[in-house]
Structure formats: C-alpha cells, structure tokens
C-alpha cells in the first residue's frame, strides 16, 4: 500500500511498480471511469514505456480504450482532457511519470473527468488492488495513438503570436526531462532568442537531478544566465513545475503569483499555507481576493474549481492558470505567461523591491515516522492552546494544512508531508533574528511533541 500516495501513485520499478501490480493499478482505475476512453501518455524514464503496456492492458481488461500519446510533458497530458481527438473526448488521463525522484522511481498522476484523481480514492483504489488475486487479462490490445504534442504546441504558440520575435535573450534548462518535447518547438515558432541546457529527455538525468526547487541544480542554468542571458528557466522532470532566475531573484512561486496578477483584473488568487505572507497582504491591498489553502497539486486545483479561481501557486514553482487557461499546473505556459509581462514592459526585479522586506527560510525538515508524523501534528495543536510562558506572543492559528502560527512580526508553520515520512517547517519574519526565535521556538514544541507520543 505504500506506493499509494496522497497526490499520485508513486514506487520503485518492478520491486514496487511491475506487471502484476501495474495491470491490476489499470484494470480497477477503469471501473472508476464512467466513459470509454483513457489517454495515457508516459516521461523519459527507460521503464516508462513498459509501464505504459502493463497499464494499459489492466485497462483494456477494464473495458476502457487507450489514446496513446507517447513520450510527453505532464501538462501535455492535461491538455489531452480539453480537446477534441477526432469526435472523441477522453473520460480520463493517466501520466506516467516520476517527477523529480530518482531515475529509478517511476508513477502515475491520474485525472478522471478533468479532475484530479487523489487522496481517499487513490486509497480505496490500492485497496482493491491489495485484495485481487489474479492479473487481469484484455481479449486484445485497443490503442489509438494521438499527436498530443502537435496539438499542444500549435496552441501555445497561437495563443502567444504577440512574443513572436521579442528581443529577450532567454536561458532555460531542461534537466534531460520531458520538457524538452515541446520546448524547441514552441520557442522556434515564437522566434525567441533562446539557449537552452539538457534538453534531450534522458531518464537516467546524466547531468543533475532535475529538481528546480534545490538551488544545487540550477548551478549550470546560472551560469548561462550570466553569460549575457536576461532570463532563465528550470523544469522538473515532467515540466509542471518551474524555476525562474533574473540577475537578482530566483523568483519563488508565490512571487510570481505576485507578479502575474498584475496582469490581471482583480483576479482570486490560491495559496498554500507555505506561501509567503507578503503574498496574501499584497494581493489584499490591490483588491484581489486571496485564499490560502492545503499544500499539494491536487487540493489547489480542486480549490481552484470550486472558488472559481483565476491563478494559484505553490513555493515550489507549481503555478496554475484558470485565467485564459484549463486550470492546471503548466510550466512551460507558465514560462510564456512570464515572458509575456517582460514583453508588456514590466521589470520583474524592479517590481519585487517594491515588496515589503522578509526574511524567509527555505523549507526545513524535520525527520519522523509514516506513523508518528500526523500525531505530532495533533500534539503540537494541542500544546498551542497552553503554550509555554516563553513562547512567542501568538496573533492567531490556521489549521488548514498542519499549523500556521502567525505572530506579531511574521509566522511559522509546520505541517506533515503528504508524500515522505517528515515534518515540514518553514518561518518568515520582517527580522532575521525574529525568524530564527519562531523556528527555535517551533522546533522545541515539536521536540516536546515527538517525546510526548513515544
């Protein structure tokens, strides 16, 4: 049951994710479809064409029909829910792909009905699969293969004729993941001035893991960016998560949320708890609404749909656009949107000194147990309501995701991961020295927490 995750579906190729398992996965996910076709596309990963085969003879079992995308970017796969495949609309998406984890990881990101499949039904799936007790097997293989990638590149390149030519000079890095499917194409079409870095799709990641949000990947982008570039852009491994560097920024997502809605009429704006305060008062003050919501990829986009959202964002770089969009995160149409406020005249860096200083740590992880993790969550809330005389003067809580704390100068939070059996912790305060009294004061809570339980 481990490798049914909060968000997605997620393990070790063929310890974890095989034939057995893989073609159960598809077969039980097809009783949850209500309509005939799944189209299914898969990452660079060596492995992910294989699984592609196991899955989609669980499916065929199922009695559900494939439209195979091959090789291409998460968002790719979104797309394919939104567009019209010859009078078919698939019901359903599956991508296969390991994201950021290493090469020999690998998963699925399901979407049913154009929304995204996760947490309780995810469980409940892994349960049933627990409980079969023989692999399923299709009367035949029932595959149409799509030019998904076509598609989405002739769109993106319709929808930002207006960049066409613009003289930026443009670094990005592709990590040797997926993006690089769609990347050359769209920008040769735009005839943007670009110089890009591991853009071939490699599983093995040869040259750094490709995880934009680890400041240690972005060293050869950098570097490229100071060689006479504007800008800079770095994906992950399935391009639905970004990084974005000018001289002076590594530009977070909740900054750029920021700086994208200038563009916007008065838009509603998600936010997870780990994004900055300066975020949510900024937004405010410019008659935005801003809602702060659960981490994940998943919960944002079904905040999104149900608030009816124009934009969201998480620090890591997932950014997602309902506005002139379908509503999911997409980092190369995030790349676009971004090049489209510099091609508007907007200085990006200049836009962000105007912002109230803070002083933010990155996110801190606290090492626990699967078991412990959720407990210490609850121990923790419940030391906040008698908290120690030292303790810092406490504003008011918001436990929509873990713990927010919000204090007189600034906030700390901690909140268990979803995904990996830890802690996550991250403070901000107007004065460095006062961040690290929330962080000191945080951890020896948790500290009291984690002994109170064993």
């Given at each position: 049951m481990s490798i049914y995750r909060e968000y997605d579906i997620r393990g070790i190729y063929e310890k974890e994710l095989n034939e057995q398992s893989v073609t159960r996965i598809g077969f039980v996910l097809a009783s949850k479809i209500k309509g005939d076709y799944v189209a299914v596309g898969y990452d660079a990963r060596s492995h992910s064409p294989i699984l592609f085969e196991y899955l989609v003879a669980g499916l065929n079992a199922g009695g559900k029909k494939v439209l195979g995308m091959g090789l291409v970017p998460t968002p790719v796969n979104y797309f394919t829910n939104y567009q019209d495949w010859d009078g078919i609309t698939p019901d359903a998406s599956v991508m296969i792909t390991g994201s950021h984890n290493p090469s020999e990881y690998n998963g699925f990101k399901i979407t049913v009905d154009k929304a995204p499949f996760f947490s309780d039904d995810i469980y409940a799936l892994g349960e049933e699969c627990e409980a079969m007790e023989y692999i399923p097997k299709a009367e035949k293989r029932d595959v149409t293969e799509i030019d998904a990638v076509s598609r989405y590149v002739d769109f993106l390149v319709s929808e930002f004729q207006h960049l066409k030519g613009m003289p930026t000079k443009i670094a990005y890095d592709c990590g040797n993941g997926v993006a690089g499917v769609v990347t050359e194409d769209i920008f040769k079409a735009l005839e943007l001035k670009t110089t890009g870095l591991f853009v071939d799709p490699d599983g093995t990641f040869p040259n750094h893991h490709p995880d934009p949000s680890d400041e240690?990947?972005?060293?050869?982008?950098?570097?490229?960016?100071?060689?006479?570039?504007?800008?800079?852009?770095?994906?992950?491994?399935?391009?639905?998560?970004?990084?974005?560097?000018?001289?002076?920024?590594?530009?977070?997502?909740?900054?750029?949320?920021?700086?994208?809605?200038?563009?916007?009429?008065?838009?509603?704006?998600?936010?997870?708890?780990?994004?900055?305060?300066?975020?949510?008062?900024?937004?405010?003050?410019?008659?935005?609404?801003?809602?702060?919501?659960?981490?994940?990829?998943?919960?944002?986009?079904?905040?999104?749909?149900?608030?009816?959202?124009?934009?969201?964002?998480?620090?890591?770089?997932?950014?997602?656009?309902?506005?002139?969009?379908?509503?999911?995160?997409?980092?190369?149409?995030?790349?676009?949107?971004?090049?489209?406020?510099?091609?508007?005249?907007?200085?990006?860096?200049?836009?962000?000194?105007?912002?109230?200083?803070?002083?933010?740590?990155?996110?801190?992880?606290?090492?626990?147990?699967?078991?412990?993790?959720?407990?210490?969550?609850?121990?923790?809330?419940?030391?906040?309501?008698?908290?120690?005389?030292?303790?810092?003067?406490?504003?008011?809580?918001?436990?929509?995701?873990?713990?927010?704390?919000?204090?007189?100068?600034?906030?700390?939070?901690?909140?268990?991961?979803?995904?990996?059996?830890v802690l996550v912790t991250r403070f901000e305060s107007t004065s460095q020295d006062e961040a690290k009294v929330y962080e000191k004061a945080i951890n020896d809570l948790i500290l009291v927490a984690k002994n109170s339980i064993k």
């Open positions: 240690h990947n972005l060293q050869d982008v950098k570097k490229l960016l100071a060689d006479g570039n504007d800008i800079a852009f770095a994906y992950d491994g399935d391009a639905d998560r970004i990084a974005v560097l000018t001289h002076k920024n590594n530009i977070k997502g909740d900054m750029m949320a920021l700086l994208y809605s200038m563009k916007m009429d008065k838009p509603t704006v998600v936010g997870e708890v780990k994004c900055s305060q300066v975020m949510y008062d900024e937004l405010e003050k410019r008659g935005c609404k801003a809602i702060m919501y659960k981490t994940g990829h998943s919960n944002l986009k079904v905040k999104m749909k149900e608030t009816n959202a124009d934009l969201a964002c998480e620090v890591s770089g997932h950014v997602f656009f309902k506005n002139r969009y379908f509503g999911y995160d997409d980092a190369i149409y995030a790349t676009l949107r971004m090049l489209e406020l510099i091609h508007d005249g907007i200085d990006l860096d200049a836009e962000l000194a105007k912002l109230p200083k803070v002083f933010s740590t990155e996110e801190i992880k606290v090492e626990t147990t699967e078991s412990e993790k959720f407990k210490i969550i609850a121990k923790v809330k419940e030391l906040l309501e008698n908290p120690p005389a030292s303790f810092p003067t406490i504003k008011d809580i918001i436990d929509v995701d873990g713990v927010r704390i919000n204090f007189e100068n600034g906030w700390g939070l901690v909140r268990a991961s979803n995904t990996t059996p």
